[in-house]
């Protein structure tokens, strides 16, 4: 078979004080961590679309970069060639999972049997390379937003027509996701949103949203498919206004329509970041919601107010998810997806092993420190004492709902003034620093 990225080894872990840039500092992967391996942990993911569909095209100017595998006039020869390339990258990077789109792996053809079609080909490719490594299925999705069909959205589109169309790809792609052993799928809201409510029935394009999704959870019954529905919340871009815009707004939307028990939330970190929240905070509420999912990893900036999917490098951002993933018990059955793509000017094959290693290094260091800030509990332990007077008898009395108005009144009256307590914030802070430098 051909070999698109020579000179490249299978990615080894040399340890902290290696100077080799092609091999991992902290990510081992057999590396035990609180009783499980560091692989088992991290989960990581490649995607499909960013690492061997995108070319460094941007909002002002057009491919920067020219893949070996893109080379053939035939499309569908690209197709097969581009599975090859990413087979051998996984494989070579040490890499378990990969997730796609329905339209990265197999172009559009001039009809919907057509198309289909040629994902059924190049699916038959996929599960066999799937079954000659050691490489699985993390998701599968849906692309209802690159066409122009969908320049109003798939699910919420004002025509009943492109809504038809949409279930219809999200039937393929769920089927096709089942035929490769997905553990989930994924349902990003590509252009589920307005650009002005003077042409849009907001309260009509949820309900709409509603039961596109219902239908998608009656389909995964009927075919046998036993991986985990996803949401993906992302306030803006390419819309105005995206309806899944945070976890908290996902999560009432969930409940609205009666869906909580048939997904859970796939959290990126850089539409967080467009939210004007933390990663940790949309983990975090996912996670107190029991809806924590799986991971887009990847990092914005906060200089550019879109979507830049830079790679994850960020010390604190790894050790603060990685902290949240733990107490959550876990990501299984999800993972950590790299949606993230090499910069514009990052024109070479071996670049997308530099970015990858580098953020499969940051996650497994902040995997082993979020692990010992765990294990040591001082941060639990400075919550619980926070917390303390709720085990106390009053405390207790109001969480059982044994008191109201009246007889806190009577308390406080009777009690005078409360104690007040730091909440130490500073402290907390050094201490992070100090687990980070170790
Ligand atoms: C878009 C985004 C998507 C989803 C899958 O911002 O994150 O790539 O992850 O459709
Ligand atoms: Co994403």
Redesign the pocket.
Known sequence: MKEYFKGVDKIKFEGPQSKNPLAFKYYDQDEMVMGKSMADHLRFAV?YWHTFKGLGGDQFGGPTIIREYNSSSDPMQVAEDTMDAAFEFLTKLGVTFWCFHDRDIAPEADNLAETNKRLDKIVAKAKKLQDETDVKLLWGTTNAFSHRRFMAGAGTNPSPEIFAYAACQIKKAMEITHELGGVGY?F?GGREGYDTLLNTDLGRELDHLALLLKMAVDHKKNIGFGGQLLI?P?PKEPTKHQYDFDAGNCIAFLQKYGLMDHFKL?I?A??ATLAAHTFQHELAISAANGLLGSV?A?RGDLLLGWDT?QFPVDIYDTTLAMYVILKAGGLNPGGL?F?AHVRRQSIDPIDLFHAHIGAMDMFAKGLKVAAKMLQDGAFENEIKQRYAGWSGELGQKIEQGKVGFEELEQYILAKGEPELRSGRQEMLENMLNDYILG
Do not use: A, G, L, R
């Open positions: 995607c994924v990003w993906e992302k796939n990126e850089n539409h887009d990847n999917d997806n949606d």
